[in-house]
């Protein structure tokens, strides 16, 4: 789908918001984004960390973006791009724009992966990855740093809640507070990095935008489409959630699913597991492990069906440490363990989760009132959700942010598109992407019959392919060939 230069103009005057500009094919005013639009991408070395890209033959840019795209005059940042370049003829190939997800997750080698997974049909594409606004190796956030957190070796279900609410709100301090933290925080929303893409793609000389993303990445998509329905080429949105739900209802909602995966043996050892925990915190290795961390790392590893016997194996280890028994970790827990204990847990975490918190939809979670409705729907759902209630309604920081001055784009329209739902994803529940498919009345949905989170490509990661999907999202790049009806496999 292709339209004039003054019709997008005005597309793009429109989605703005830009009050008191005519537009009239044939005499347009010329575009606020024109210097962005029109600025000279130098492809070169990639940043410190990414030498494997550039030895994949990879190059990197950055790119300068508007930090309130309503105010193009004011301040900027920067992007970090990164292309891997299709074959043949430069003026044939198209650009594939991807995100991994996160939200927040930095994706400059995304491409590489890509790359691997698409086989031949990334020849005609120029490979794009960038990592979004404020994460990774564009304009960067950090928060203050915090005091090592501390593991008492008693507690209590109520105390741990407590703790958890105070941790949160200091989060927040801490990441508002820092630097220019306030001023850039309130533009890390979906909506912002959406129009950072179509910068990606003007600035790139392309009129319109190919993409894939995953998890987060597929609303991210599903938001350009949106806003920019005329520019966007082939679109793969793999892993989506509901776009009518505010991110505590997804987070909330996705406990149920991930405690009916869990395997009844291995329910029944977590359950008894984290019971003491939530009474007499763990020893295991050189780790002293509370209820709410077990609960993550547990969250982490029932996502993939894969994973079930690592994680059977696991809460046999835990069982052994709740019995008093000196258990040292196995290499999955110890990741965990060791990545949760980090100093940089903040940078890891907290920084790009706060493209969350910019984005509406969290409830306030101030003392006494706000924070015992939370603990309230926490003790409703421990009855069918043992394992999981307690982190899925967890308080988050962004409960504590300051009030979201992001724009929530309503999503419907007819963009033709493809979208992957796995029906068993803990992360993404099933009905969520159901519920996006209906309101994109040109998508194509492709059930994978299976618990996993990100259906494409899972043959590159080391987990058991979906091949009726890798082929028809392949398909689908090479030629633009779209499934005749929605499909499962």
Not at 122 to 148: M, W
Not at 176 to 188: F, R, S, V, W
Not at 331 to 355: C, R
Request: charged share 20%; aromatic share 6%; proline share 8%.
């Amino acid at each position: 789908m292709r339209t004039t230069k003054a019709a997008a103009l005005c597309l793009a005057l429109a989605a703005l918001a830009l009050a008191g500009t005519a537009c009239a094919t044939g005499a347009a005013a010329p575009s606020p984004l024109t210097a962005f639009e029109e600025q000279e991408v130098r492809w070169g070395a990639c940043p410190d960390g990414y030498a494997h890209l550039t030895q994949a033959g990879g190059t990197c840019a950055e790119l300068t973006v508007p930090l309130d795209h309503a105010d193009p005059d004011g301040a900027t940042i920067t992007l970090a791009l990164s292309r891997l370049e299709g074959t043949g003829d430069a003026a044939d190939r198209g650009v594939l724009l991807s995100n991994p997800g996160g939200p927040g997750g930095p994706g400059l080698d995304l491409p590489l992966w890509l790359r691997e997974t698409l086989g031949d049909a990334a020849d005609g594409y120029d490979l794009i990855g960038f990592d979004p606004r404020f994460t990774g190796a564009s304009t960067p956030l950090s928060c203050t740093p915090g005091e090592p957190r501390e593991i008492p070796e008693r507690t209590t279900p109520r105390a741990d809640f407590d703790r958890s609410v105070s941790a949160a709100q200091d989060t927040a301090r801490r990441c508002q507070e820092h630097g220019d933290n306030a001023t850039l925080l309130p533009h890390g929303t979906t909506a912002a990095v959406a129009r950072d893409m179509d910068l990606i793609r003007a600035a790139l000389g392309h009129s319109e935008l190919s993409f894939y993303g995953v998890s987060y990445g597929a609303d991210l998509g599903a938001v350009y489409t949106q806003l920019f329905p005329d520019r966007a080429g082939r679109i793969v949105l793999d892993s989506s959630t509901d776009p009518a739900a505010d991110q505590y209802t997804l987070l909330r909602d996705a406990g149920a699913p991930a405690e009916a995966a869990l395997e009844p043996e291995t329910a029944r050892t977590l359950r008894d597991v984290l019971t003491h925990a939530e009474h007499t915190p763990l020893t295991v290795g050189g780790y002293r492990v509370d209820a709410g961390t077990l609960r993550l790392v547990v969250r982490q590893l029932v996502q993939n069906e894969e994973h079930d016997p690592v994680l059977a194996a696991t809460a046999r280890d835990l069982a052994r440490a709740a019995a008093g028994e000196s258990v040292e970790p196995g290499p999955e827990l110890e990741m965990w363990l060791a990545l949760l204990n980090s100093p940089d847990l903040d940078e890891i975490f907290a920084v790009p989760s706060f493209t969350m918190c910019a984005d509406p939809g969290w409830p306030a979670g101030g003392f006494p009132r706000e924070a015992e409705e939370y603990w309230r729907s926490i003790g409703e759902r421990r009855a069918t959700e043992p394992v999981f209630a307690p982190v899925a309604g967890a308080v988050s920081a962004c409960a504590f942010w300051a009030e979201p001055r992001g724009e929530k784009v309503a999503i419907g329209n007819d963009v033709e598109l493809l979208m992957l739902q796995a029906r068993g994803d803990v992360n993404t529940p099933y009905p969520g992407g159901v519920a996006l498919h209906e309101r994109l009345t040109g998508s194509r949905l492709l059930t994978a019959e299976l618990r996993a989170h990100g259906v494409y490509g899972r043959g590159a990661d080391g987990l058991t392919p979906v091949p009726c999907a890798d082929e028809a999202v392949n398909a689908y790049f090479r030629d633009g060939t779209l499934p005749v009806a929605d499909l499962s496999c």
